[in-house]
């Protein structure tokens, strides 16, 4: 009977200690304000993956990284997609980035920055749909294939068509006010070596 009692001494002894740790530390998370953070100079650790593809996401890793408002590779901006804590922040690859380190700029204008740099990968656009041969101007004109987010721009002749929507398969572009016949309409994405274009239509003509 009394090495019972003693057993259940040891464990309600067990639970009071877990108790007296965690509320430790949530007094200290708890003690921690807000200009305490915002005076706290942000890290970045690390990040994954090391080497992504345009429009991808990646996974970024720290301290101090609560208040995140800009987030850059090389100096292209890339959108904030998600804060999952104060620690852990995703983004999106723009169309527009190179390889480069990572920066996290916060809302007190202070800087992360990457020990490292990310390696960015350019995936081909193809086109697997007919490009009519003529449209009205602001008519809309749906485009299908695959990697579609990594084109950049849309020029008939000279001049760049508005890009409504954009998926990986799927975009839709607005014709632009520009009449006429013989117009080539072309699309551009980034390529490791610089900009790259393909072609949509030789011989284009524009209604209004």
């Known amino acids: 009977m009394k090495t019972r009692i003693?057993?259940?001494?040891?464990?309600?002894?067990?639970?009071?200690?877990?108790?007296?740790?965690?509320s430790c530390k949530a007094e200290t998370e708890v003690d921690q304000t807000v200009d305490e953070i915002l005076a706290a100079q942000p890290t970045i650790t690390s990040f994954?993956?090391?080497t992504a593809s345009i429009q991808s996401k990646v996974t970024i890793s720290g301290t101090?990284?609560?208040?995140?408002?800009?987030?850059?590779i090389g100096n292209v901006e890339c959108e904030i997609t998600q804060r999952i804590n104060g620690n852990t922040l995703e983004i999106e690859v723009s169309p527009n980035a190179r390889d480069g380190k990572i920066r996290i700029v916060t809302s007190s204008d202070k800087e992360a920055i990457s020990g490292g740099d990310i390696t960015i990968t350019y995936p081909a656009p193809t086109i697997t749909s007919t490009f009519p041969s003529q449209a009205f101007v602001n008519e809309n004109i749906t485009v299908e294939g695959t990697n579609l987010r990594g084109?950049?721009?849309?020029?008939?002749?000279?001049?760049?068509?508005?890009?409504?929507?954009q998926e990986p398969q799927a975009l839709v572009l607005s014709v632009p006010n520009n009449e006429g016949p013989n117009q080539k309409v072309r699309y551009y994405y980034n390529t490791q070596s610089g900009e790259a274009s393909g072609e949509l239509s030789p011989d284009f003509q524009i209604f209004t």
């Open 48 to 50: 994954m993956p090391t």
């Open 6 to 22: 003693t057993f259940l001494v040891m464990i309600a002894m067990g639970f009071a200690l877990s108790f007296y740790v965690a």
């Open 64 to 72: 101090f990284l609560n208040f995140a408002v800009a987030a850059y």
């Open 151 to 165: 084109i950049t721009r849309i020029t008939f002749d000279t001049t760049e068509a508005i890009i409504q929507f």
